[in-house]
Antibody, heavy 124, light 113 residues
Framework: QVQLVESGGGVVQPGRSLRLSCAVS????????MHWVRQAPGKGLEWVAVISYEGSDKYYADSVKGRFTISRDNSKNALYLQMNSLRAEDTAVYYC?????????????????WGRGTLVTVSS | DIVMTQSPDSLAVSLGERATINCKSS????????????LAWYQQKPGQPPNLLIYWASTRESGVPDRFSGSGSGTDFTLTINSLQAEDVAVYYC?????????FGQGTRLEIK
């Protein structure tokens, strides 16, 4: 059964750090690029970051560049998002999602599988 | 960055009628080498993650009812929902995956009239 399960969310003070994880099962994780997408309460979707299947290529939204780092551990079927210098505007549900370019097909693909998300609240 | 603009922001359609949602990109998302439009549509129901409906602008994802269809090319795209059902109430998003950052439209809220 294909599953993407995010964890690590919670309440954190502005300026602090948090690390999100996404545990994947049911497909060959190491063959797919992976994304983080967030959604602030009551707002639309905002793409955050993507990492290539082998981890060598990473791209970020301008709003998080320099503060967030996407990474993966293909031996553990896990995706991560290290979030530093958090701001109130980073408050959102964070989703991990798969890009459908299997067999190392690159990052320029639609998002075909999504987790249920984890809520990050940045507040003092 | 490519800006994605959807219209309208919300619409109300009667059951059994057609709903049409538009998406315009600030630059072309048509890749000439493979003649593919790097444009997807997603449906998001309350309390759920987004669900892929359409990719390459017009290819329906497996399991998506055939009343959903996508069209358009270059910078102008349309999601059409024929014979609207109650379960189609949701927010719909377009997204370009032509270049990073992979931007979404602001969303269109679809309700029953």
């Amino acid at each position: 059964q294909v599953q993407l399960v995010e964890s690590g969310g919670g309440v954190v003070q502005p300026g602090r750090s948090l690390r999100l994880s996404c545990a994947v099962s049911g497909f060959i994780f190491s063959s797919y690029a992976m994304h983080w997408v967030r959604q602030a309460p009551g707002k639309g979707l905002e793409w955050v970051a993507v990492i290539s299947y082998e981890g060598s290529d990473k791209y970020y939204a301008d709003s998080v560049k320099g503060r967030f780092t996407i990474s993966r551990d293909n031996s553990k079927n896990a995706l991560y998002l290290q979030m530093n210098s958090l701001r109130a505007e980073d408050t959102a549900v964070y989703y991990c999602a798969r890009g459908d370019g299997g067999n190392g097909g690159g990052i320029y693909w639609y998002l075909d599988l999504w987790g249920r998300g984890t809520l990050v609240t940045v507040s003092s | 960055d490519i800006v994605m603009t959807q219209s309208p922001d919300s619409l109300a359609v009667s059951l059994g009628e057609r709903a049409t949602i538009n998406c315009k990109s600030s630059q072309s998302v048509l890749y000439s080498s493979n003649n593919k439009n790097y444009l997807a549509w997603y449906q998001q129901k309350p309390g759920q993650p987004p669900n892929l409906l359409i990719y390459w602008a017009s290819t329906r994802e497996s399991g998506v009812p055939d009343r959903f269809s996508g069209s358009g090319s270059g910078t102008d795209f349309t999601l059409t929902i024929n014979s609207l059902q109650a379960e189609d109430v949701a927010v719909y998003y377009c997204q370009q995956y032509y270049s990073t950052p992979f931007t979404f439209g602001q969303g269109t809220r679809l309700e029953i009239k």
